[in-house]
């Protein structure tokens, strides 16, 4: 379980503070999302979780142990990350996965860390690309490939920071679906900072909306209404429900 | 394993070409101290020293030149980036334009060998400046946690200085110390000798012995801090130590020889175009292609200078430009 308790951070001692007194709880096996307008600190919060970013203030812990004393390898054996802007480094897919076990051998990948990654690269359906360049794959290829690095680690805590960005929406539905079946197959938590409020109400268990670095609501899906979305996007929206289930809708005027 | 027989290859093949005009059946003789006095003092006293130079030099600035583009992120990161030659020549101007400091050996003249009072003190100046121009960086950029930017900037900053100062020193100096203050920066060498090689060797030794052990963590590298950084890898950490130890072999090896451009450059680019980026593979690749390219580079400056060697450091350019623009230009392993 991950708990955050007044997490302040700003990026130098002259700039304002980008996240401020924030709070945030998330279970095992269940799907948070953070959303929010472009700016508002979704991905900085993600870097604070894992420790890509040091936090000014506050506290950090997965299942009560501190995480911002904790090592970079201990961190990274808890929690693991699938980032928003994809580079590998012109390896293979299979050497690429297994960077993800660097937590685990340090110098020189084992049995078991190969065992480990040919399960993973089994159970996601991307034995036949093993050998492949991962240069040569498709944005929605290689977000899956990042996955499978994440999946490696064999964290307790998987974090995709806007996961569907560059997808389409083919490719958007395939990821979601490896977000929602780790979740739920291997009991892990997951964070994903998304901007779709759609798409966050078809996997979230739980929502924390931000806006200027302050998390304004939190709950689960009765926290998306119409007045928390106008003040947390400055947009209007409607939203309806079909087959009682929220559909948002865009009630604003678009000139 | 290729390009380990090509480097022993072309090792014999520098044995026996010079210019001295001995005799592939003379330099033979010499290996086995047979033959006359002076082919076997050519042969032991400067060609083998010459050649395990180039082997040691040559591997030392182009596994330098990888990790220093690994590192930044930088395709024109080379093995000086950090000020290192530059500092280096601002040492040996110094101590040959100020102090008169340790005598020159080019290593082209055999009497030069004779008069010498202090060979060591140029170089160990040369080496002192230019350590002291890589902590001088390296302290700066630990303020803004090596963010490759400013490590590139840094460094062009700090070698701008040394620049400048050299530009002071020579404007004082006089004719003859002008001269050997510019002929010591051509890259030489002649200069080597069995005890600066083995200095070479064991700092570039322990150098790519801990550039390999770390060869995964450069290869999540690779992928951009962040990634790194949440796959449990210290990245400052990382990027300090492997900066420092190729700035230092980069040091050793300028501070004994001379400036010998592009090996850091040209080597590492075409080993990442044929045998791609993992480390495991382009360190010691990388290693092997720079003896490779320097021995050749050597070894056709010593038989086409007529009677004196040319400065290597312009063949390696001069040789390797063209080949290194047909590399880029080609669409092969793309």
Not at chain 1, 96 to 108: E, K, N, T
Not at chain 1, 160 to 181: K, M, S, V
Not at chain 2, 133 to 145: K, Q
Not at chain 2, 287 to 294: A, N
Request: glycine fraction near 10%; charged fraction near 20%.
């Amino acid at each position: 379980m991950l708990e955050i308790n007044k997490l302040c951070f700003r990026y130098s001692r002259r700039s304002p503070f980008v996240l401020r007194d924030v709070d945030l709880v998330l279970a095992d096996g269940e799907i948070g999302i953070i959303l929010g307008k472009n700016g508002s600190g979704k991905t900085t919060l993600c870097k604070n979780v894992l420790g890509i970013l040091k936090p000014v203030s506050g506290s950090l812990r997965f299942d009560g142990e501190d995480l911002i004393r904790m090592s970079r390898r201990e961190r990274a054996r808890r929690i693991a990350y699938v980032p928003q802007n994809i580079q590998f480094g012109a390896l293979s897919v299979y050497d690429s996965i297994l960077a993800g076990r660097i937590s685990y051998f340090a110098y020189r990948a084992g049995k078991e860390d190969e065992e480990i990654v040919e399960k993973v690269l089994d159970d996601m359906g991307l034995t036949s690309f093993a050998d492949r360049n991962v240069e040569e794959l498709s944005g929605g290829e290689r977000q899956k490939i990042a996955i499978a690095r994440a999946l490696v680690q064999e964290p307790r805590m998987l974090i995709f920071d806007e996961p569907t960005g560059n997808l389409d929406i083919a490719n958007e539905q395939l990821i979601l679906a490896e977000a929602r079946r780790a979740a739920a197959e291997k009991h892990i938590g997951i964070l994903i900072s998304l901007h779709d409020l759609n798409q966050a109400l078809e996997i979230g268990d739980r929502f924390f909306l931000i806006k200027n670095g302050r998390i304004l609501y939190t709950g689960g899906k009765e926290v998306i209404t119409e007045a928390a979305i106008r003040e947390v996007f400055d947009a209007e929206v409607r939203i309806v429900e079909i087959d009682h289930k929220k559909i948002i809708i865009n009630g604003g005027k678009i000139s | 394993m290729l390009l380990l027989i090509a480097v022993i290859l072309l090792a014999f093949a520098g044995l026996f070409i010079g210019s001295s005009h001995m005799t592939m059946r003379d330099s033979f003789g010499a290996l086995f101290k047979k033959g006359n006095a002076a082919q076997v003092r050519i042969l032991w006293n400067i060609r083998i020293p010459r050649i395990l130079a180039a082997i040691i030099a040559g591997a030392g600035l182009s596994v330098s030149g990888l990790i220093m583009q690994t590192n930044l992120n930088n395709p024109m990161a080379s093995p000086a980036t950090l000020g290192v030659s530059n500092a280096a020549v601002f040492g040996a101007n110094l101590s040959i334009i100020a102090f008169a400091g340790g005598f020159l050996s080019t290593g082209n003249n055999l009497n030069h060998y004779a008069v010498g009072a202090n060979p060591y003190a140029t170089s160990l100046v040369a080496f002192l400046f230019s350590t002291l121009s890589i902590l001088v960086i390296l302290g700066l950029c630990r303020l803004r946690s090596f963010q490759p930017d400013v490590v590139v900037l840094a460094g062009i900053a700090v070698g701008s200085v040394w620049t400048a100062a050299t530009t002071i020193l020579q404007f004082y100096a006089t004719d003859v110390g002008l001269s050997a203050a510019v002929i010591w920066t051509f890259g030489d060498l002649g200069r080597a000798a069995y005890r600066t090689d083995l200095i070479m060797a064991v700092v570039v030794l322990a150098g790519a012995l801990y550039f390999y052990a770390v060869s995964w963590r450069l290869n999540a590298l690779l992928g951009g801090d962040a990634a790194a950084k949440s796959m449990g890898v210290n990245v400052e950490l990382l990027r300090f130590s492997s900066m420092l130890a190729a700035s230092l072999i980069t040091a050793v090896c300028v501070s004994y020889l001379g400036i010998i451009g592009f090996v850091g450059i040209i080597c590492p680019h075409v080993v990442k175009r044929l045998l791609g980026y993992d480390h495991r593979i382009s360190i010691p690749a990388s290693l092997l292609s720079g003896s490779i390219l320097l021995l050749l580079a050597d070894t056709l400056s010593r038989s086409i200078g007529n009677g004196s060697a040319l400065p290597v450091g312009a063949i390696t350019s001069l040789a390797g430009a063209p080949f290194f623009l047909a590399i880029i230009f080609s669409r092969k392993g793309e």
